[in-house]
């Protein structure tokens, strides 16, 4: 593939027992493109996503990310090499604050060492006064409002505004490439063009990031995503810009079943 | 009501009403006085939760944290001083300030990486047992102490495979197992003195002899003063590490951990490292702790150390809050004294303890004094 590809994914494959949820998958994700992974229910969209990420090791196939091979890497070596991701079911730690829940995100740049943290408690707090205002003006471009309740618990908050800070705790490392895991589950529609907008700001404000993005509303994807890969039954069936999908006799059949 | 008064203020008469409550307390023998005398205080709780006493004070925390650690000390040394001359009430109050350090240790492992010990006393009992045969050979206490701690970390690293691999319930048994198995090895092996145990030399730092009655402002004290003093540096010592690592990036990597383990992975924190940084270091805490208990004591036994202790480890845990420190020191109070003043039930504390869990299981999970959400700094970052 080419150099300006940022992710290429060839012929993954992955199996639980005797279901294949990926059978030979390939695609690949150019430098600041939204690529929609769309497929009907159980069609290996959130599969594809946990071999991306290391929480499945893939049967076969091989993931290259930015020049590195990423394949059955561990989840922590797939972050440190920038892919940040949010969940399909809401991961927020909920007992913990708005901030916390940020800094997880940010785990990889914040310094680790023993001694940092329990004894140099003057070098911990430049950090730390940096990184909260580093979050607190990441959370503004979201919602200002939310922007002065960073020390509030996330438990209390409604849908959109987990969605936002999840969305936050994967942009403050500053990642490559994020990966959307249906990102309008549990939202109505408004709240989804709204969640979306915030989304395409954010993204021209940090300069280009690249997306996959798995999404159910089509007006989503539609709306967003520069090009499309259509799995079923985890197999690639299409892919193209999402005119040239929605026109597939394939696609078509995979939604609406063969007439 | 309250209104009108600073919530330092609030906070400095918080603190003597406790003092002075705990040094009448302890004054008393029957029965009818103590139960009437906790009656008492469970309502005069429930009011200042009412009139909200706890947010204050917890406010106080939050904007001068340094004050108001400085009253808590200050409060538990004048405690002390009232006992200055009374063996038995020093012991106790040591007890207690050593059995919170167990559970700071505990807290640790439980309250922040979610990894639940049951063998917390035989932990402790390494400590005790390595301060048993090292005081006897002549090492001084300046070794004795963070030697017992190195060795109830070393041991426990046997533990650590099984411990890290496994999930939940199945870590929880491994536990279980170690601390059955520490009291029957102790129990058949002779160079550590069999079901009899060992007696265990008095305590001697930098020519400070532990087993001597100090003399202070010409009265002469108890020798337990000598003890009471060396577990409250301890306890000190525990709580800032604890509260530091709380308020820490590290601290809340555990967090994230016992919280979710496949998010964190997924945000490049070492799951493995985070569960063994904190069972190794809440093991240091807890050996430490024993070493100066095996010390104070005057001898170490197997039955000093079993499974029943350590639940009662883990009850003050649950009972204090997951999470909250100053839950632990509260709570070992409650745990230590309320039996020992009640000789009624000190045949059935167990099974009282037993109700008292289940009960803060049902009706307050998150334990007497919650924790609070993370601040990192006082004031931070407003």
């Known amino acids: ?259 | 009501m309250l209104d009108r008064i600073s919530p330092f203020a609030v906070a400095v008469l918080a603190a003597l009403v406790g003092v002075v409550f705990a040094i009448v307390f302890m004054e008393q023998e029957s029965d009818v006085a103590v139960i009437s005398m906790v009656a008492a205080a469970a309502v005069a709780a429930w009011f200042a939760g009412r009139i909200g006493v706890p947010e204050r004070v917890a406010r106080a925390a939050e904007i001068n944290p340094g004050g108001v650690s400085a009253i808590a000390a200050i409060g538990g040394l004048a405690i002390i001083a009232a006992y200055a001359e009374d063996h038995f009430p020093l012991l106790m109050l040591a007890t207690v300030m050593l059995y919170a350090t167990v559970a700071l240790g505990l807290n640790i492992q439980f309250g922040y990486a979610g990894l639940v010990n049951f063998a917390g006393a035989a932990f402790f009992g390494i400590g005790a047992y390595t301060s048993a045969k090292l005081v006897g050979s002549g090492v001084p206490a300046v070794l004795s102490l963070p030697l017992g701690g190195l060795f109830a970390a070393l041991i426990g690293l046997l533990l650590v495979f099984p411990v890290v691999r496994t999930r939940g319930h199945y870590a929880a048994v491994v536990t279980i197992a170690f601390s059955v198995l520490f009291k029957t090895f102790l129990e058949v092996n002779d160079t550590f003195g069999g079901p009899q145990g060992l007696p265990v030399g008095a305590m001697n730092l930098f020519g400070w002899d532990f087993g001597e009655s100090p003399t202070l402002f010409g009265i002469e004290a108890s020798f337990y003063l000598n003890y009471a003093l060396a577990a409250f540096v301890i306890l000190a010592l525990a709580f800032t590490l604890v509260r530091r690592l709380e308020r820490s990036w590290l601290g809340l990597a555990l967090d994230a951990v016992r919280l979710d383990e496949t998010g964190a992975a997924c945000y490049g924190i070492g799951i493995r490292r985070a569960k063994i940084f904190a069972f190794v270091l809440g093991n240091v805490i807890i050996g430490v702790a024993g070493a100066l208990y095996g010390c104070m004591q005057g001898y170490v036994a197997p039955t000093s150390f079993t499974f029943s202790d350590s639940l009662i480890f883990v009850a003050i845990v649950l009972l204090g809050g997951m999470g909250s420190p100053w839950g632990m020191i509260l709570a070992a109070a409650i745990v230590v004294v309320l039996p020992e003043k009640l000789q009624a039930i000190q045949e059935y504390r167990f099974l009282l303890f037993s109700i008292v869990v289940i009960a803060i299981l049902l009706f307050r999970p998150s334990g007497l004094l919650p924790r609070r959400v993370r601040r990192y700094f006082p004031e931070g970052g407003r």
């Open chain 1, 1 to 259: 593939m080419s150099a300006e590809m940022l992710l290429d994914l060839e012929g993954v494959a992955k199996s639980f027992g005797g279901v294949r949820a990926l059978n030979d998958v390939s695609f690949s994700v150019g430098r600041g493109e939204i690529l929609g992974l769309i497929g009907p229910n159980g069609s290996g969209k959130t599969t594809s996503f946990n071999v991306l990420t290391g929480l499945y090791k893939p049967d076969g196939g091989k993931v290259v990310f930015d020049g590195a091979d990423l394949t059955g890497a561990t989840p922590q070596a797939v972050y440190r090499a920038g892919i940040a991701r949010t969940f399909q079911r809401s991961r927020l730690c909920l007992e913990l604050s708005i901030f916390d829940n940020i800094m997880v995100g940010n785990h990889g740049r914040l310094n680790q060492g023993l001694w940092h943290n329990l004894f140099a408690r003057k070098a911990l707090k430049a950090e730390h006064d940096a990184a909260f205002a580093e979050a607190r003006e990441l959370v503004a471009l979201f919602s200002p409002a939310l922007a002065d309740t960073l020390y509030e618990s996330v438990g209390a908050l409604p849908m959109i505004e987990r969605r936002r800070i999840e969305i936050c705790r994967a942009l403050i490392a500053r990642p490559k490439l994020l990966l959307l895991d249906e990102p309008s589950a549990g939202m109505t529609h408004d709240e989804t063009h709204q969640l979306m907008s915030d989304i395409l700001s954010v993204r021209d404000r940090l300069g280009g990031l690249t997306i996959i993005l798995v999404e159910h509303e089509m007006g989503v994807i539609e709306r967003v995503s520069d090009r499309c890969v259509v799995l079923n039954y985890g197999e690639k069936i299409a892919e193209g810009t999402y005119q040239e999908v929605a026109s597939d006799r394939l696609v078509q059949e995979a939604y609406l079943g063969s007439a």
